[in-house]
């Protein structure tokens, strides 16, 4: 990852108990070379003192309209950074933010500011999940915003759960990104995630217990390195990726379509999603009634959408494949990578329920037409997403 040397950061920090660690991002990002300045909200110096950020930074660092009487300080703030970084980014500060108000230093800031912006959100979960919030994060992600987190973990007060800001090294790698000096910037990444179900009747499908959870864990890595990343998104999945160009699809053939389409025009493609191998030959206009007795399901099989783009792919495209295997997984995934004339392979254990579909873990092996690039370990399924985008970057690199 590269550092974010020479880049001039305005470092916001609103309203919470994780302004904390504002200090510590201040001190990493001005560690690392960035010219840091500080804009604090006035809840925020209820936490953490506009004297501790300017300190770390070198630099004033200022929370009202007014510090610097006789300029428009608002302006010169916003003219004068190349990134901009709010963290910890409260729920009030995010509905500002999607709605155009400036009713203080931060906001009109960052009102009159056009370059990249990060958000790094911290509250409790009950706000994160509230339609308003998800509707202010679409509208700015639709900007362009680049959000990092939040995570699962400790909140204020004892409490648990999903609203925890990232870590501060996260949040310097999503600087670096948005300023385009990630090691992937300008990289067009494809990824597919997820399940596909393939219809039986209206009500009732063939698929599998893919979460979509590892695809997105790819996406979220790939963007946070400063690539340019579309995902094409099977339907019961988790949430979508933080960041990045979206498509739902729902069968094989929807995923294929859109998958073919795109194709020419990436750079990588990150086969993860669990495409269903069969569907229904025919598939009933209305509802099967039980009845009239179990059904007799004649299947053929689905498009074969990982061989399709190995005959296809240029020399200088980067193709990454998965094989769920429930024994001899390596030995299976290499057989994979041959047949469909992959870069790189992902030979991963499933039916257990701490590794595979669904789990927040994989045991899983990194193969390469060469032999094993990463051996068969437990991983998290970030960890594993960022050894394949190691990997699969590095042959970008080459190409």
């Known amino acids: 990852m590269a550092e974010p040397r020479g880049l001039r950061v305005l470092l916001g920090v609103s309203g919470g108990i994780a302004a904390y660690k504002a200090a510590i991002l201040a001190r990493l990002l001005t560690g690392e070379g960035a010219d840091v300045t500080g804009v604090l909200t006035e809840a925020a110096t209820r936490f953490v003192g506009a004297e501790t950020i ?23 703030l916003a003219h004068g950074a190349d990134v901009a970084v709010v963290a910890p980014c409260t729920a009030n500060v995010i509905a500002k933010l999607a709605h155009g108000l400036a009713d203080d230093l931060l906001t009109a800031t960052l009102l009159e500011y056009r370059g990249p912006l990060v958000i790094a959100p911290a509250m409790h979960t009950g706000m994160w999940t509230a339609p308003a919030t998800q509707a202010n994060v679409a509208t700015l992600s639709a900007r362009g915003a680049r959000f990092v987190g939040p995570v699962e973990g400790p909140l204020a007060h004892g409490d648990e759960g999903l609203g925890r800001m990232s870590e501060p090294r996260e949040i310097v790698d999503a600087v670096t990104a948005s300023a385009g000096s990630g090691d992937l910037a300008g990289v067009r990444v494809l990824v597919t995630a997820g399940p596909t179900h393939e219809p039986i009747d209206p009500v009732r499908f063939i698929g599998n217990r893919s979460s979509g959870k590892m695809g997105v864990a790819i996406a979220d890595e790939a963007s946070r390195r400063g690539a340019s990343v579309t995902v094409v998104l099977g339907p019961d999945t988790i949430a979508a990726p933080r960041t990045g160009d979206v498509v739902r699809v729902g069968t094989a053939e929807e995923m294929r379509a859109a998958v073919i389409e795109r194709f020419p025009s990436v750079d990588v493609v990150v086969m993860a999603a669990a495409v269903a191998d069969f569907r229904p030959k025919t598939v009933a206009d209305t509802k099967l009634k039980k009845d009239a007795g179990a059904p007799e399901l004649l ?20 193709l990454v494949g998965f094989a769920a295997e429930t024994d001899d997984v390596e030995r299976a995934g290499a057989q994979k990578l041959r047949r469909k004339h992959l870069d790189l392979l992902v030979a991963n254990l ?36 960022r050894a394949i985008v190691d990997r699969a970057g590095e042959l970008t690199r080459r190409a």
């Open 299 to 318: 299947l053929e099989p689905t498009p074969d959408i990982l061989s399709e783009l190995g005959e296809r792919k240029r020399p200088d495209q980067v």
């Open 350 to 385: 499933v039916g257990r329920d701490d590794t595979g579909f669904g789990s927040d873990g994989n045991e899983a092996a990194i193969l390469g037409p060469r032999g094993t690039l990463e051996p068969m370990r437990t991983w998290t399924k970030t960890e594993l997403a």
């Open 54 to 76: 300017a300190a770390l930074t070198g630099h004033p660092a200022y929370t009202t309209l007014w510090d610097r009487p006789g300029e428009v300080l608002h302006v010169r």
